[in-house]
């Protein structure tokens, strides 16, 4: 009963989270497994202009980079510097009638070293260019070989980072909500905002109550 419970408030705390998204990036896996899936839901505005880079281009760009935000750091492993990761399946940025496969995320944990930032970029098959104010429409999912327990549990935004105070060109200041949801034994989601959690047990066991 009480794993049940758990499973749908860590739920309905990330549907909270997410509500007012207009992008959604979410991680997800069980602990120990040694893979990661990464999904897209949502679109974005492009703050600035700029282009996606092309598969295996190295190093930090705002016009392909984003920076998660939160109460901590959203990696937990201070040796992801400067990576280039495959993943495999069915991960898409589309501008007006162009669509490009993404191939690799970039990751670099910069809390360790020279700020609170940590950064996740994209490379695609085919570099993709927008301009300013242009809608970019993020759909599927796929997988990439890191464990789940090298992010911390979450919900983070996009804000301006403090050592490059950019929130990366590829959407607005608070649209895009990164979600981690580690499940350990496949079974109950590790919490990733406590406060929420213990809010939603609350009003189950509230409701419970008068339902009896």
Do not use: C, H
């Not at 996009?158 to 981690?180: A, C, M, R």
């Amino acid at each position: 009963m009480i794993r049940t419970i758990l499973a749908s408030v860590a739920a309905a705390a990330v549907s909270i989270a997410s509500a007012n998204a207009a992008l959604t990036i979410s991680f997800t896996g069980a602990v120990g497994d040694g893979v990661t899936t990464i999904t897209f839901d949502g679109t974005t505005t492009a703050s600035l202009g700029g282009t996606v880079r092309e598969t295996g281009e190295a190093g930090y760009s705002p016009e392909d980079t984003l920076q998660p935000s939160g109460a901590g750091a959203f990696i937990n492993n201070f040796t992801i510097q400067d990576l280039l990761i495959s993943v495999v399946g069915n991960l898409t940025l589309s501008v007006g009638g162009t669509t490009a496969n993404v191939t690799e995320l970039f990751l670099d944990e910069d809390f360790a070293t020279s700020s609170p930032d940590n950064d996740l970029g994209f490379r695609v098959d085919n570099a993709l260019g927008y301009f300013a104010g242009d809608t970019i429409n993020w759909d599927g999912s796929a997988t990439f070989a890191l464990d789940i327990s090298d992010f911390n549990a979450g919900a983070f935004s996009n804000v301006p980072g403090t050592f490059s105070n950019t929130l990366g060109n590829l959407g607005t200041e608070g649209e895009i909500t990164f979600i981690v949801e580690p499940t350990v034994g496949g079974e109950v989601p590790v919490p990733g905002a406590l406060p929420l959690m213990l809010a939603g047990i609350g009003a189950i066991v509230a409701r419970r109550k008068m339902r009896s």
